[in-house]
Structures are given as structure tokens and as C-alpha cells.
């Protein structure tokens, strides 16, 4: 009786379809496309290099995706999907990626994190927030990301977060540590969403 | 009235007994009362305590706590530490059908007082200069990922190791530069993400370290940190419960092989036996239990040369005999407020001296392996604070200059089964003995390659052949024949 009565933990049961690897597109279109590809069947949003807009996957997107098939991607938004280890496959390739919006998403955990050191020389902007796997362990592992300037840690649940913020400022010091205060265990107000336009909802 | 239960393993059978058939119709009690009744009493039964069977918690004074041994069993597993314990859960993983073997696993020591699993570091590494040890590695690695997936019981809570992703950081001079390189030439064709660093490249990374007399580092970027070794014991333990693996408390001192029953040609000992009874002794006690069994499984860690020099095994078949012998290491904890921060991994010193971040709040762990000249005595696990003062901290605080000035906050000891011949694992079938399988002596590495020791031994016992890891290499006759698998990364 897996998965079911009271112990039927979502978090338990294997994530869905969106920790595929789109490899077979790798060979014709390139990384980014398969990092768009896979992020819009995920559910977020896309922006390329040089768009002002985010590309979701309400619009029309498979002819902008290809017409975009050799301008990098810089900025990723795959809050509240199912991405999870085995997904991050289809991002790791990426170069240019700039902003990347990790939160809320339920199966992102501190094994997830330690794979986002390959984006050391790009990544800018990163948002962890809410995510409710992730711990101080996997944030100790940021400390490769050199350029990040804005690091989003909203609602992660850690023991001190007074503690754990100072070590995070110490560990990343040109970084703005946002969300994680004093005397406050799960963080205050939301930060205003980072970087980017967000096309009204 | 019986329910069959299905599940992702087919048909579990008929879910039992006599408390599923229909119960007798209740007199005239609302039908509330009578369902409240009836979970006040389950809730009663819940509270009752599991242990002792019909006694009810109880034991007369003089009987051994604890389940005893049963008269039979498909596999003896001796041992009861991570790796005795990953081989029962794969044995039951693996067997094909529900109940099909009867496992049990003797364990000495309940209260696990010198067992090297929960005394260790807790490290995990790719960083192996023999592929079957960044192969056991990375499986055991995916292995800790899923861990829900795998060892997850139904209503309990998830398992989390606490798992650190922080790396390892090996340090090696310039006459060890040349070696280093190609060893993370070897770790990544087998597809471990190792970096090769810099001096100048450390000070940036790292700026409390002094690089003085470094000329290279490897520094694992993924899948490499330390977690809870008990968690992952209890986490094993519980798994395989469930999955109808017994265990009992008592210590394995005899074998009884067909050795005796056959012939003797001439008085020469026979070529090869069977072991067909276990001899258990209880704690404490006198007696003893035979347990016949068909395959044995050593999985006694530093003990597992000691267990079969005291089976009272006949003539040759104890020859050659096991080089493993239980080594002690200590492991030092102290308080350094300015010590490195959040990102500091697990670093391995030139001289051979570790430490590693333990928590937030300061505190680090570490320690150094003597010596060959300079081994302590195993004979108990009483702690050498002057081997910290004299060796350890002189030489981390050359390499971290912010300790110099530490507070300690206190030391234990544990056993490496340190394996004399060539400091790797054994795995795989005895020799002389055809149902005895090894698995031990992995030198100070056991803990991480625990998930893929107890894979590759269920597959060798329930399949006869190695599956997902090819560990042939890792056999006894490289100790027959005397050439030894050497690694260099012991730390």
C-alpha cells in the first residue's frame, strides 16, 4: 500500500515526467533549447538573450524557441515546478545564465544545489526561496557561485537563521542575502521578485 | 474475512490471521461507543512496548534480552553494522520473492558501543585512485540521493542523513603533484566532477589556508561531503525489518563444516568444505545455539579476520588467513570562532592530517592516521589526547593558521578494519570455505561504500555473478596470490 493513507507524503512519491532529459534534441538544436524546451514543459519561463520578454508556456512557444535555436539563454524561471536532481541534466550545459528562480519548488533538495556550481562564472541572480528540501547544508555549497549578486533564501528552514545569514554574506561577500532576518524563523516579507519582467498574471 | 494485498512487488499474500475476520455483532451499544471503544483499545495495544514477544517487555532475570536466535536460517550475516546490514536489505531487495530467503543478522554488541559505522566521520568521496572504489562511490552516492526511494517505509517519516554536500579537498606537495593529476584523471573518466586547483586559485577559494608547500589540490565539486552514519544504520535496520529480515543479539564463535563428516584421505585435510551450522553464543552466557544455515556472509567489520581464526575451522581450510585486523583511530573536536566558514570542505592535509566543518557554530572535526611504527594498541578505545596536541594540531594549525588559537571540546575513538595487505575491501567468496562470503576490511572507507558492498554480495549470493558493479578485481585471490590492489587515498 505505497503512497497511499496517511502516510501518502507528496514528497515521497517519484517526481513526474519533467526530470527527463531532452538529450535527443541536444544533437539539432543546442543547449539552450533544450534547457527552454525543458523548462517551458516544466511549466516556467524562458528569456533569451537581448528579449525583453519572458517567453511562458501560455504563448505560442515552439516557433520563438526555434527561431531563438543560437542565442543563449540568461534567465530561468522554474518556480513551483517539479524540477528536481535528474532534471537539473538539461540546465547544467547552459553558459550565460544569468538569473535562475529556484522557488517553491517542492523536490529541489541540498544534492540539487550542490549542481549548480557550474554556473560559478555566470549566475547573478539565484532564488531558493521556499523551497522546502533545502537546508543550510546545500546553501553552504553556493559559496562557488563568484558573480552572484542577489541570493533569495526566503523561507528556507534553517536552525539559526541569524547565524546562518551572516555566514552566507561572509561566504558570498559581494552577494545581497535577502529573507533570511533576525529573530525569525521562516523569514519575513516577500522580496519584490528579482530581476526580470514578469508579464502581469 | 482476508484481504490479499498487492503491491509494486506483485502478490504480498493474505494479509493474516484471525484479527480480520468478522467480529461478533455488538449488543445494543450505540455504534459510536463501539467504534470509540475500539480504538481506545488499539491505541492501548499501540502503547504496549513490541520487544519481547509474549512476555510483554519483560524478560525473567537471567535470560538474554532480545529475540533469540532461530534454529535455521537461509543466510547468517555476521555483523550488524552498515555494511552487514546493507547486505541483508539487498538480499531481500533482490530475492526475487517475498519470503523466499530467511536472513538473519547477528549482532555482538546491540548497544553498538565499538562498531566503526557510528564512530566514523561520516565522509563520502569520489576521490579514489582505484576505479572500483569511485564506481562503489558514485553508486553508493545515487544511492544516498533516493534514499527515500529505497530504504522509505510506509508512515514513517522521511530519512534524512543530513547530508553535507561540502567536497573533499586534497592537498598533495609538489613531489605528489604529478600522482594527484593523474588520479583526477582517472576519477573523471569515470565521470566524478573533480577540480584541479591552484595555489593562487586555493587563496582565492580559500583564504584561511595557508598554501605554503602546496602545489596542487583535487577538490570534488559534487556528490562529496560527509553525513549521519547512524541514520543511514537505522535507516538500513528498519528497511530490512519490514522486509522480514530477522536479527538477533550474540556472538558467532564456531563453525561447523562438512569438513568433519567427510573422509579423511590420509590424514590431509580437505580442499574445500561447507559450513553447515553457525555456532551463536549468547551474551553472557554459556550457551549456545546452532543455526544451520546454507550461506554465511562476514560482514564483521575489524573483526572479520578474528572470526575466522576463532571458528575452530579445521586443518587448511582457514588458510590463508585474513589480514584484517581492527586499527584505532582517534577523532578530536574542538571550537575555533575564527576558524574557516560555510564553505569549508573536508580537507586532507600533505602530511595526512583532516578536519572538516561540523554544524554552524564553529566547531570542527578531524584527526590524522599514525604512523605504521606509531599504531596504538586496539585493545580498547581509550583516547590519546597528547597524539592532538604533539601531531594533529601542530600540523592543521601550519596549514589554517586560525588554529593556533582552538578550545577542545572533547574525542573519541574508533576501529578502521584496516586491511594489512593492500588497505582495500575484500568482497566475494572464501576460498576454501564454498558458502563463506567477505565482506570487510575496506580500511576507513566502508561506511561510503556500504550501499554498493551489500549490492555486489546479494547479487553474488542470490545471482552467483556481479551485476551493476564489476568488483571481480576486489576478490580473495588477489590475497592468494599475492598481488596487492594498492589505494593511495586512504585517509
Known sequence: MWGTGRGADPLLLPPPAPSRYCGFLRDTYGDNVVAAVFTLSCGGGVRFEGQERWIRPENLWRPEVLRLRDVPVVALDLSGTPLNYNGLDNLVPLTRLQHLDLSGCPHLDDWALGRLHVFGDSLRELSVARCPRVTERGLATLHHLRELRRLDVAGVRVPSPGLVRILLEEMLPGCQVLGMDLGDGTGTDSPPPPGGEKPPA | ?491
Open chain 2, 1 to 491: 474475512m482476508q484481504r490479499v494485498l498487492r503491491g509494486p512487488r506483485g502478490n504480498w499474500g493474505v494479509s493474516g490471521g484471525c484479527h480480520l475476520l468478522a467480529a461478533p455483532p455488538l449488543p445494543n451499544i450505540p455504534a459510536e461507543l463501539g467504534s470509540g471503544l475500539g480504538r481506545l483499545g488499539q491505541a492501548l495495544k499501540d502503547q504496549l512496548p513490541t520487544w519481547g514477544g509474549g512476555w510483554g517487555g519483560w524478560t525473567p532475570p537471567g535470560m538474554p534480552p532480545g529475540p533469540r536466535p532461530p534454529e535455521e536460517a537461509d543466510v547468517v550475516v555476521v555483523g550488524g553494522g552498515v555494511v552487514g546490514w546493507s547486505v541483508a536489505y539487498w538480499l531481500k531487495v533482490l530475492e526475487g520473492q517475498r519470503h523466499g530467503m530467511r536472513v538473519l543478522v547477528v549482532e555482538r554488541d546491540p548497544t553498538y558501543s565499538r562498531a566503526s559505522t557510528v564512530l566514523s566521520v561520516g565522509g563520502i568521496r569520489q576521490q579514489f585512485s582505484l576505479p572500483e572504489n569511485i564506481r562503489m562511490s558514485r553508486f553508493s552516492a545515487s544511492f544516498l540521493r533516493d534514499i527515500n526511494e529505497h530504504l522509505g517505509v510506509p508512515n514513517e517519516p522521511p530519512i534524512d542523513i543530513q547530508f553535507q554536500p561540502s567536497g573533499y579537498l586534497f592537498l598533495a606537495t609538489p613531489q605528489g603533484a604529478a600522482g594527484l593529476e593523474a588520479t583526477v584523471r582517472l576519477q573523471r573518466e569515470e565521470g566524478a566532477r573533480v577540480a584541479l586547483l591552484s595555489p593562487a586559485q586555493l587563496k582565492a577559494k580559500f583564504p584561511w589556508m595557508d598554501t605554503e608547500d602546496v602545489a596542487v589540490a583535487s577538490y570534488g565539486l559534487e556528490d562529496e561531503g560527509w553525513f549521519d552514519p547512524w541514520t543511514l544504520l537505522n535507516a538500513f535496520r528498519r528497511k530490512a525489518a519490514s522486509l522480514g529480515v530477522h536479527s538477533c543479539a550474540g556472538d558467532v564463535r564456531g563453525f561447523v563444516t562438512s569438513a568433519e563428516d567427510a573422509m579423511p584421505r590420509r590424514g590431509l585435510a580437505p580442499a574445500t568444505a561447507r559450513i553447515k551450522y553457525v555456532h551463536i553464543h549468547m551474551p553472557d552466557s554459556l550457551e549456545y545455539q546452532p543455526v544451520a544455515c546454507a550461506i554465511v556472509v562476514n560482514a564483521a567489520g575489524a573483526w572479520a579476520g578474528e572470526l575466522l581464526r576463532a571458528a575452530g575451522l579445521p586443518g587448511g581450510l582457514a588458510e590463508p588467513p585474513l589480514p584484517i585486523q581492527p586499527r584505532k583511530r582517534y577523532v578530536y573536536s574542538w571550537h575555533c570562532p575564527d576558524g574557516p566558514g560555510f564553505s569549508c570542505p573536508l580537507l586532507v592535509d600533505t602530511t595526512g592530517a583532516y578536519f572538516r566543518r561540523d554544524g554552524i557554530a564553529g566547531n570542527y572535526l578531524g584527526g590524522m592516521s599514525p604512523p605504521e611504527e606509531e599504531e596504538p594498541d586496539p585493545g580498547d578505545l581509550s583516547v590519546d589526547h597528547d597524539f592532538f596536541q604533539e601531531r594533529v594540531w601542530p600540523r592543521l594549525a601550519r596549514r589554517v593558521p586560525a588554529f593556533a588559537s582552538l578550545r577542545p571540546r572533547g574525542a573519541w575513538a574508533g576501529y578502521y578494519d584496516h586491511n594489512a595487505f593492500d588497505r582495500n575491501g575484500v568482497l566475494g567468496p572464501h576460498p576454501k570455505l564454498e558458502n563463506l562470503f567477505l565482506a570487510a576490511g575496506f580500511s576507513g572507507h566502508g561506511l561510503q561504500h556500504a550501499p554498493a558492498a551489500g549490492r555486489a554480495v546479494a547479487e553474488l549470493v542470490v545471482k552467483g555473478r556481479y551485476e551493476s558493479l564489476d568488483l571481480r578485481r576486489l576478490g580473495w585471490r588477489r590475497l592468494v596470490e599475492g598481488e596487492p590492489l594498492g589505494e593511495d587515498g586512504v585517509v
